[in-house]
């Protein structure tokens, strides 16, 4: 079963998310200390499996942003 890489960008926002409620609740230095390496750690690998994921797509920098296609609308005017 694959799991998908978003559940890894999930994953190290929720770790570190909880490092700051810890750190703000005043819990004890050891386990912020524990939750600061496992977050790190889950951080190096989210970037690993990000970019060693197989997504492809057809858009180009020519597109620009997917919500405004400034190429596009360019090449629709100039017609």
Do not use: Q
């Not at 609740?25 to 750690?41: D, K, R, S």
């Not at 997917?66 to 609308?73: K, S």
Request: proline share 4%.
């Amino acid at each position: 079963m694959k799991i998908p890489v978003l559940f890894y960008v999930a994953l190290a926002t929720f770790l570190l998310v909880t490092l700051v409620i810890m750190v703000s609740m005043n819990t004890p230095l050891n386990w912020v200390f524990y939750v600061t390496c496992i977050g790190e750690a889950s951080v190096v690998f989210m970037v690993y499996k990000v970019l060693r994921d197989k997504y492809t797509t057809n858009k180009t920098f020519k597109d620009f942003y997917e919500d405004h296609p400034i190429g596009r609308e360019e090449r629709h005017l100039e017609k």
